[in-house]
Nanobody, 124 residues
Framework: QVQLIESGGGLVQAGGSLRLSCAAS????????MAWFRQATGKERDFVAA????????KYSESVKGRFSISRHNAKNTMYLQMNSLKPEDTAVYYCAARRDLRLPEAYYEYDYWGQGTQVSVSS
């Protein structure tokens, strides 16, 4: 059972930056595809970004492409989401997720493990 713990959320003004972290509990983290999703109040959980086991392949939603950057440090069992040029519409609870194969799916039901979420709020 993989446990995922997010951190780094907070309140920031529009145009600002935040870096989210997701720490995994087990060494097999390095073989997992990892992803970030977000869920705004009253809305569905949306795909943000995904990264393969080695970090050599990434995928982004159109809404964050060019502003957000996903990365991972396997020796630290940690994944990151660098968020720049934040907008009020980026306000949501951000979740990290993991799955045990090589694909980078965008559907939330394709992922097996989830963190508890961290709140990101962007003021205008």
């Amino acid at each position: 059972q993989v446990q995922l713990i997010e951190s780094g959320g907070g309140l920031v003004q529009a145009g600002g930056s935040l870096r989210l972290s997701c720490a995994a509990s087990e060494r097999s983290f390095s073989t997992n595809t990892m992803a970030w999703f977000r869920q705004a109040t009253g809305k569905e959980r949306d795909f943000v970004a995904a990264i393969n086991w080695s970090g050599s392949s990434t995928k982004y939603s159109e809404s964050v492409k060019g502003r957000f950057s996903i990365s991972r440090h396997n020796a630290k069992n940690t994944m990151y989401l660098q968020m720049n040029s934040l907008k009020p519409e980026d306000t949501a609870v951000y979740y990290c997720a993991a799955r045990r194969d090589l694909r980078l799916p965008e559907a939330y039901y394709e992922y097996d493990y989830w963190g508890q979420g961290t709140q990101v709020s962007v003021s205008s």
